[in-house]
């Protein structure tokens, strides 16, 4: 039995469960003796350790295979609606707490208040809304006569006044956290990424969100961008690729956890078939390149001891939900240097700690929500066993084996919703070599 919060397993355990909440923790020599009308379940062999956490998950993207996809071809309705089932997936793969960091609407508040209501069976999670965007910055992905309509995810908001109402308008929706992007696809001469907001800019959404009770999130690749978030005390800085030892400095400072959220970029490099837009596009090329860079700045971060959490980027189509969660512990031993306990430490505890009431979540300890896993394998030994479905033996939540149905669906009227038909130009010259 692993706790989440040590080093090493424990044996000869017993965990007595009362209201959902684990009451006792410790050796079975010392348990307290069964009562009458106790349950007893006996693991067997498994290895036992507490439900997972994905620090990135997007409850409302579909699997999508584009932007498009993702804020055009579905009503808020629809997405809400998927994005509970897809939840159910992810919790199926021993995921029991997940963090939407940027949203559409109020899909992921209202899958939130469905299943805590008891609606539904589902895993926990910090809610989020649409993602504040500037000129320059991640989710302003369309030209400038679409803009941001009121449907999709970005929300641009260009003035310091538009920026603090946002915050304000969706603390009132009932988020638990804000996403701010804060870089994109802009670049200097020199390559270096420009800061979507200044660091004025910035400073006064993060502590008017702190100030109403939210937590802050931001996309951040570019040194500036997360050298602005640290000083400004963003608590999860996503991806930090290209940040320098000033920012690990910042970050100890502010306390601003990294969320590396390689997973993307690796199954987007080694997914990507020849025929993938991707491909041609040279948006594979370039995480490629991305990934090198990112694998030294965050080892570095590591070593200065700057706080990481465990987050996969589910719900495009190199990410499927349910599928790659625990992808990302296995980047934190690989890429970045992590033993597979603390690796394992931080996509538990580490990791839960981001939610609502996060320190009664994410570790097996008396006192805590009895979310916990069966594991065939020992994660230990081989941190990449948890990425096998077979090997999720059963996710209990709240102290109860949970059962999520196996169901199929079908995909063109679920994900693939886009209007792209052809991936190629049939020139008669591509016809004469298509024979
Ligand atoms: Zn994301």
Redesign the pocket.
């Known amino acids: 039995m692993f706790t989440g919060l040590e080093d090493s397993a424990r044996h000869d355990q017993t965990l007595v469960i009362e209201d959902g909440v684990f009451r006792y923790v410790g050796p079975t020599a010392q348990a307290p003796e069964k009562q009458p009308g106790d349950t007893q379940l006996d693991a067997g062999s498994h290895f036992v350790m507490p439900g997972l956490a994905d620090a990135?998950t997007?409850l409302v993207f579909g699997n999508a295979r584009s932007e498009e996809d993702i804020d055009f071809w579905t009503t808020p309705e629809f997405r809400a609606l998927r994005g509970l089932f897809f939840a159910q997936r992810v919790l199926a793969a021993g995921y029991t707490s997940v963090v939407v960091?940027?949203d559409a609407g109020n899909c992921s508040i209202s899958v939130r208040d469905a299943i805590n209501a008891g609606l539904f069976t589902g895993p926990r999670i910090a809610a989020s809304s649409n993602v504040i965007a500037n000129r320059h910055s991640l989710n302003d992905w369309f030209p400038e006569h679409v803009g941001t309509p009121e449907y999709v995810t970005g929300r641009l908001c260009t003035t310091r006044e538009s920026q603090l109402a946002e915050v304000r308008r969706q603390a009132k929706a009932g988020v638990d956290c804000i996403k701010i992007a804060m870089d994109g696809t802009h670049f200097r001469e020199d390559g270096t990424h420009i800061a979507a907001f200044t660091q004025d800019e910035i400073s006064a959404m993060v502590d008017e969100a702190h100030r109403l009770g939210k937590k802050v999130v931001t996309?951040a690749y570019g040194k500036e961008a997360v050298m602005y978030a640290a000083r400004a005390g963003v608590d999860v800085i996503?991806h930090a690729f290209f940040a320098d030892e000033a920012c690990a400095e910042a970050m100890l400072k502010s306390g601003s956890r990294v969320s590396p959220?390689l997973t993307f970029l690796r199954n987007n490099v080694e997914f990507s078939a020849e025929h993938e837009p991707s491909v041609g596009s040279g948006y594979k090329a370039a995480q490629l390149r991305v990934i090198e860079v990112a694998k030294k700045n965050l080892r570095k971060l590591r070593e200065a001891g700057v706080p990481f959490v465990a987050g996969s980027?589910s719900g495009f189509a190199v990410t499927p939900y349910g599928e790659w969660h625990a992808r990302e512990i296995e980047i934190l031993v690989d890429w970045i240097g992590f033993t597979p306990a603390h690796a394992l430490r931080i996509a538990t505890s580490g990791t839960a700690a981001l939610l609502p009431r996060g320190h009664l979540l994410g570790a097996i300890e008396a006192g805590r929500k009895a979310d916990f896993l069966f594991v065939a394998g020992d994660p230990l030994a081989d941190v990449s066993v948890l990425q096998r479905k077979e090997a999720i033996a059963a996710v209990h939540l709240d102290g109860r084996a949970v059962r999520i149905e196996e169901r199929s669906y079908d995909p063109w009227k679920v994900t693939h919703l886009g209007s792209l038909k052809w991936t190629e130009v049939y020139t008669r010259e591509r016809v004469r070599e298509m024979r």
Do not use: Q
Request: glycine share 12%.
């Open positions: 990135h997007h960091p940027g996309h996503n959220t980027d």
